[in-house]
């Protein structure tokens, strides 16, 4: 995940226990991507995913979103945003959510579900 995001889970409302987990040495070192953000890709994230005219309030109402598909778009084969939102593709300017920016700019995105599938991850709570 971008370093941004990993701020994200820190200052958020499920900091306690996700956090707790995320921030543990090697945890952190595995999860967290070891590169910087290109500005300018952020920047057209931006432009083209929500619109080229935001004012400030509704820049951050975006939060980090923005961060998350820029790293995912710098290598958009490989990478893939996961995310609990739902595409809903009426939405305008700063309310789209994220699959929807994701597929006007080319990048994979799935939810957690999918994810989980592609990892082959199951749990035992069923045997």
């Keep these: 995940m971008p370093q941004e995001i990993y701020e994200e889970i820190k200052e958020g409302r499920d900091a306690d226990l996700l956090f707790a987990w995320i921030k543990e040495a090697e945890t952190k070192e595995t999860l967290v991507l070891d590169e910087e953000v290109d500005v300018a890709r952020v920047r057209r994230v931006i432009d083209e995913g929500y619109a080229n005219d935001l004012t400030d309030d509704e820049v951050e109402q975006l939060g980090r979103d923005p961060f ?40 994979q995105c799935c939810d957690t579900f999918a994810f989980g599938r592609a990892l082959n991850f199951s749990t035992s709570w069923n045997a």
Aim: proline fraction near 5%; aromatic fraction near 2%; glycine fraction near 8%.
């Design 68 to 107: 998350l598909i820029a790293y995912a778009l710098a290598d958009a084969a490989n990478r893939c945003v996961v995310t609990t939102e739902l595409s809903k593709p009426g939405r305008q300017r700063q309310n789209r959510h994220v699959p929807d920016v994701c597929g006007t700019l080319g990048v």
